[in-house]
C-alpha cells in the first residue's frame, strides 16, 4: 500500500487533485447538458443532431493533422519556454489552416452521402464549424500543461462543461434541436474568450527549432489518426446501430446508456494529463516507469472493482435518472461497465506511453485493427442481438486493445532502451 500511497502524493503534488476534481465536475456537468437536452428536445429528433455530432466527434482528433499532438509529446521534450512557445505557435498557425481545409473538405464529401436521416448534411456541415475553435481550445490547454501550469488547466475544464449546460438550457429551450447544435459549436469558441486573460504566448516569434522535421508531422499524423480510430471505436456502435436499425430513437437510447460507462473513462485521461509531461521527461529511466506502471495498475484495479459490484447494484435507479424505458437495456449498461474495465486498467496507460515514447503509429494499427473487428461483430451482432450486441463487441475491444498495448509497449520499450546502451 505504500506503493499506492507515494503514487497518489505525487499525483497530488502535481494538481492532480485539481484536475481529478475539475474532471468530475466537468463530467457531472456534461452529464447535466446531455440530461438537459434529452428533457427539452423529442428523442428522435435529438437522436439525429446526436448521429450526425457522433461524426464530428471522431473527426475531431485529426483537427490540425495532429499538431497540436505533436505539441504535447515534442513539447515535453524541450528545455526552455521560449522553445515551447515557438513550437506552439507553429502547431497554432499551421494548424488553424489545415482545420479550415479539413471542414471544407468534410463539407463537399456531405453532398455525396445519402443519409438516412432528415437534415443530417445540415447539421454535419453546421457543427464541422467547432472543429476550429475545439484545435484552438485543445492547444492552449497544452500550453498548460507543457508549461507546468495544472491548475489552469483543471479550468479550462470547468469552464467549458458549466457554458455547455448553460448554451444547452438556453438554446434548446427556445430552438430545440437546432439550439442544441448551436450550442455545441459556441460552447468551445466561449470557452476561448474566457481563457485568453490567463494565456501569454508572443506569436511574432519566429525561432526555428530542430523539433520541426518530418518526424514531428509524421508523430502528429499518426497520433491524430489513432484518437480517430479511438473515437470512432466509441462512436461506431452508435453510427451502425443507426444505420443497421434505422431507428433514431435506439440511437438515443445506446448514447444516454452508454454515457456513464464511457463518462467513467475521465478518470484515467485525469492521471494521464497530469502525468503525460512528467513521465514522458523520464521516459527512458526504467525505473521510474516500472514503478509509475505498477502504482497506476493497482489504483485502477480496485477502482474497476468498485465500480462493477456498484452498478451492477445500482443500474435500475441509475438508468432511471435518465428514462423509465431505459431500465430494459439494463445488461448491456453493465456489459459496458465491464468494458470500460479493460480501458481503466491496460488501454489508457500503455496507449499513452507508446505515445510518449514516439510510436503513435503502433496505437494507431492496434485500434484500426479493433476498429475493423468492431464493424464486422457488429453487423452480425447488431440484427441479432440489438443494443446488446453492440455493447458485448465495445467490451471485448477494450479488453483486447489494453492486453495488446501492454504486450507491445514493453517489447518496443526493452527495445529502445537497449538501443540506447
Not at 144 to 166: C, D, G, M, Q, S
Not at 231 to 245: A, E, H, N, P
Not at 274 to 289: G, M, Q, S
Request: with cysteine; aromatic share 16%.
Amino acid at each position: 500500500m505504500s506503493l499506492l500511497k507515494s503514487y497518489i502524493q505525487n499525483f497530488i503534488s502535481r494538481a492532480g487533485g485539481q484536475i481529478l476534481s475539475a474532471s468530475v465536475i466537468g463530467r457531472f456537468f456534461s452529464f447535466v447538458a446531455s440530461w438537459v437536452a434529452l428533457q427539452l428536445i423529442p428523442n428522435s429528433e435529438l437522436g439525429i443532431v446526436l448521429f450526425a455530432y457522433s461524426i464530428v466527434v471522431f473527426i475531431t482528433p485529426i483537427s490540425g493533422f495532429g499538431l497540436h499532438q505533436g505539441l504535447l509529446r515534442y513539447g515535453s521534450l524541450l528545455k526552455t519556454t521560449q522553445e515551447k512557445n515557438s513550437l506552439f505557435r507553429y502547431a497554432l498557425i499551421k494548424g488553424i489552416w489545415t482545420t479550415i481545409l479539413l471542414i471544407f473538405i468534410i463539407g463537399i464529401i456531405s453532398f455525396y452521402i445519402d443519409f438516412q436521416f432528415k437534415n443530417t448534411r445540415y447539421y454535419l456541415i453546421f457543427l464541422s464549424l467547432s472543429l476550429v475553435p475545439i484545435y484552438i481550445f485543445e492547444l492552449i490547454k497544452i500550453h498548460f500543461r507543457l508549461h507546468h501550469k495544472n491548475k489552469l488547466f483543471a479550468h479550462t475544464e470547468i469552464i467549458f462543461n458549466i457554458l455547455l449546460v448553460l448554451l444547452v438550457l438556453i438554446l434548446s429551450y427556445f430552438f430545440k434541436e437546432n439550439g442544441y447544435a448551436i450550442a455545441l459549436v459556441l460552447t468551445p469558441i466561449i470557452s476561448i474568450f474566457f481563457l485568453a486573460s490567463k494565456f501569454v504566448v508572443d506569436l511574432k516569434d519566429k525561432e526555428k527549432l530542430s523539433t520541426i522535421t518530418f518526424e514531428f508531422w509524421k508523430y502528429g499524423i499518426f497520433a491524430s489518426l489513432s484518437n480517430v480510430a479511438t473515437q470512432l471505436l466509441f462512436v461506431i456502435d452508435i453510427l451502425l446501430i443507426g444505420l443497421l436499425l434505422n431507428d433514431s430513437e435506439m440511437v438515443t437510447n445506446y448514447k444516454y446508456i452508454s454515457l456513464i460507462p464511457l463518462s467513467l473513462l475521465f478518470l484515467p485521461r485525469a492521471f494521464i494529463n497530469t502525468d503525460f509531461v512528467a513521465f514522458t521527461e523520464r521516459i527512458f529511466d526504467k525505473n521510474h516507469i516500472v514503478k509509475y506502471i505498477k502504482s497506476y495498475v493497482l489504483l485502477f484495479t480496485i477502482l474497476s472493482v468498485f465500480f462493477c459490484v456498484f452498478f451492477i447494484f445500482f443500474a435500475d435507479f441509475i438508468l432511471n435518472l435518465f428514462d423509465k424505458s431505459f431500465t430494459q437495456y439494463k445488461k448491456s449498461f453493465i456489459i459496458l461497465i465491464v468494458g470500460v474495465s479493460g480501458v481503466l486498467i491496460l488501454r489508457g496507460l500503455f496507449g499513452n506511453l507508446l505515445s510518449s515514447i514516439g510510436k503513435a503509429h503502433v496505437n494507431f494499427y492496434i485500434t484500426s485493427a479493433a476498429l475493423l473487428i468492431n464493424i464486422l461483430s457488429n453487423y452480425y451482432l447488431i440484427p441479432k442481438y440489438g443494443l446488446n450486441g453492440a455493447a458485448i463487441t465495445s467490451a471485448s475491444l477494450m479488453w483486447l486493445t489494453g492486453i495488446v498495448s501492454t504486450i507491445v509497449f514493453w517489447r518496443l520499450y526493452n527495445k529502445g532502451l537497449r538501443s540506447r546502451k
